[in-house]
């Protein structure tokens, strides 16, 4: 079959930025784990960018990040969609041919925590919504659980580093389409990656809870929405963090369940 000399592809805006590779947190061993930083996006578009695959680190348009499988994730925006934190996020595209992956430094036989923020991006993706995430040798299948007050929610894995760089990524486990155009493909949205060493630090993590006005085994601050929430520790006996997310408070609330340090 002859290709048509009158049809092709349209190319309008184009546009060119100096990417920088943010530094490292100090309390987080991801790069880049708010996704703030990233290729251009224009005002007036409201579909995202679409990452190119294939890329590795230091070519990659999203610092820190790789798309490593043949189909793209998408770049979203809080101007258009519905971004967990800052203004920047990722939503994952086409199942398991949309993996986005980074190599963290890690220190081997030492436990550590991946958190992260799961949610949808209020662009009439159908559900159900779930990704795959891994962290070094964990893999676990999370479902995204619609809330009323919120349009995401927290998750974490734990995991022993085997070695000095460990692989986290992430996927869609569905094939999702939005309701209203069954041809556009959609999917959960992932942000605000977190990975941190977890060993017992019982004396900090007590001064913590003391901060709070509490001494306990979990302790649970909640604001409400996501533009209220300020904090979330999963506190255990052995002194394991399980989940850390900061955003402005507005209203606090702390509910105190479990068993008391000794």
């Known amino acids: 079959m002859e290709d048509d000399p009158t049809c092709g592809h349209i190319i309008d805006d184009i546009a060119i930025k100096k990417l920088f590779i943010p530094d490292r947190p100090k309390d987080n061993a991801v790069i880049n784990g708010d996704y703030e930083e990233g290729p251009w996006m224009f005002a007036?578009?409201?579909?995202?960018?679409?990452?190119?695959?294939?890329?590795?680190?230091?070519?990659?348009?999203?610092?820190?990040?790789?798309?490593?499988?043949?189909?793209?994730?998408?770049?979203?925006?809080?101007?258009?969609?519905?971004?967990?934190?800052?203004?920047?996020?990722?939503?994952?595209?086409?199942?398991?041919?949309?993996?986005?992956?980074?190599?963290v430094e890690t220190t081997p036989n030492k436990p550590y925590t991946m958190?992260?923020?799961?949610?949808?991006?209020?662009?009439?993706?159908?559900?159900?919504?779930?990704?795959?995430?891994?962290?070094?040798?964990q893999a676990q299948n999370i479902h995204y659980t619609p809330d009323?007050?919120?349009?995401?929610?927290?998750?974490?894995?734990n995991f022993t580093a085997k070695a000095e760089r460990t692989r986290i990524a992430?996927?869609?486990?569905?094939?999702?389409?939005?309701t209203d155009d069954m041809s556009s493909l959609c999917g959960p949205v992932v942000d605000d990656v977190r990975v941190w060493f977890s060993g017992a630090r019982r004396t900090g993590l007590r001064a913590w809870a003391w901060a709070l006005g509490v001494c306990c085994g979990s302790v649970l601050v909640i604001g409400g929405r996501k533009s209220s929430?300020?904090?979330?520790?999963?506190?255990?006996?052995?002194?394991?963090?399980g989940i850390l997310v900061k955003e402005k408070i507005s209203r606090v609330h702390v509910l105190v369940v479990g068993d008391f340090f000794h």
């Not at 680190?57 to 101007?79: K, M």
């Not at 009323?148 to 894995?157: E, R, Y």
Request: charged share 15%; aromatic share 10%.
């Open 148 to 157: 009323s007050n919120s349009t995401f929610q927290l998750a974490n894995i």
């Open 229 to 241: 929430l300020c904090a979330v520790y999963n506190l255990n006996r052995s002194g394991h963090v």
């Open 170 to 178: 992430f996927y869609s486990v569905y094939y999702n389409t939005r």
């Open 44 to 103: 007036n578009v409201s579909l995202g960018v679409l990452l190119p695959t294939k890329l590795d680190e230091e070519t990659s348009s999203l610092p820190g990040w790789i798309v490593e499988s043949n189909r793209a994730v998408s770049y979203i925006d809080s101007y258009h969609y519905s971004v967990p934190q800052g203004k920047r996020a990722i939503e994952l595209l086409s199942g398991k041919e949309g993996i986005i992956s980074q190599m």
């Open 115 to 137: 958190s992260f923020a799961l949610g949808h991006a209020e662009d009439k993706c159908k559900q159900p919504l779930a990704i795959m995430a891994f962290a070094g040798d």
